[in-house]
């Protein structure tokens, strides 16, 4: 890795140099940001293309053009596989910081997946085993506790692209199952029984002598609760949109999904608030500056 920085330094100073390896590789090296954590994985991915796309010799080519320290063939072999564990990583960070679609609800589906795919990869390495080790233990250092959580759990189970899918175990499966059937049902109970019904009632042309068949009705809140929660975890779509079907499922959703799994937008609408609030427009109101953070944030709108 230290290599890899004496690559990346040496492009970022000098367009030179920066030039030669476009000239050998055609394509530029990419230089960690220190305000952007996986940029530091897309760095040494970059370094990594060089060897997929070429070979190990045109790599050490570039480093003898620019003068740098020349990659052993362990070192090559370590920083591809750091380069197959860190993506797994790097993929489930993007997801959570992301600013579209990024509900609470895709934090625990991440945090399982993510910890799937590191023991998968750790099968087949030979010298980053203990990187996937140490990311293994900081997840679980990180998230201790989470998977516990009846808010987190819901905000999982009512989102349509997960649902039960990301619980694997049989038991915790049913137990999961439980803890949606008495959710809806305790919502439910929160709505008046007489909007219920006029949100449930629907008039029929053809049932005027419906009076006639007096039969016994055996229709309860809970078997109907039970009939809406079966349906929703038989759906097949997987888009928010198939929700107003479901509108308990769909309350519970809104209410647990509400809150971001990262802080990563608001950091960036600090950073975009940072070149709106300039020194020269230091005497900007309050309602101006909001007003002006607010258009600059949604511009694409």
């Keep these: 890795l230290g290599k890899c920085s004496g690559l990346w330094n040496k ?16 394509f530029a090296l990419l230089v960690p940001i220190i305000t952007r954590w996986s940029s530091y994985y897309y760095a040494v991915d970059k370094v990594c293309d060089i060897v997929r796309k070429y ?8 480093c003898t053009t620019l003068s740098v320290a020349l990659f052993r063939p362990i070192d090559i072999s370590f920083i591809m596989e750091y380069s197959k564990v860190m993506q797994t990583m790097a993929q489930a960070l993007d997801i959570l910081q992301s600013e579209e679609k990024c509900y609470m609800g895709i934090l625990l589906p991440t945090i399982v997946s993510l910890k799937k795919q590191l023991l998968k990869t750790r099968e087949n390495l030979k010298l980053a085993s203990p990187l996937v080790d140490a990311l293994l233990t900081g997840v679980e250092k990180r998230f201790s506790g989470y998977l516990g959580r009846n808010d987190l759990i819901l905000s999982s ?43 449930l009632m629907v008039v029929d042309a053809g049932s005027h002598d419906d009076s006639f068949f007096s039969f016994e009705e055996n229709v309860s809140s ?4 039970l009939a809406e929660m079966d349906m929703f975890l038989a759906e097949t779509s997987r888009d928010i949109g198939c929700l107003i079907h479901y509108p308990t499922v769909k309350t519970l959703f809104l209410r647990y999904n509400t809150g971001m799994p990262s802080s990563a937008p608001v950091e960036r609408l600090f950073s975009l608030g940072g070149q709106i609030l300039t020194p020269r427009r230091n005497r900007l109101s309050d309602g101006h500056f909001e007003m002006q953070l607010l258009l600059r944030a949604n511009k694409e709108i």
């Excluded at 990301?166 to 919502?187: F, G, I, N, S």
């Design 55 to 62: 070979s190990e010799t045109t790599l050490n080519n570039v």
């Design 157 to 199: 189970l009512t989102h349509p692209q997960f649902r039960l899918r990301w619980v694997e175990d049989t038991d915790l499966k049913e137990t999961t199952r439980q803890l949606l059937m008495r959710a809806m049902t305790d919502e439910s109970e929160r709505v008046s029984p007489v909007l219920q019904n006029d949100e």
């Design 222 to 225: 809970g078997s109907t609760i």
């Design 11 to 26: 492009t970022s100073r000098s367009t030179t140099a920066s030039e030669a390896v476009h000239d050998d590789v055609k």
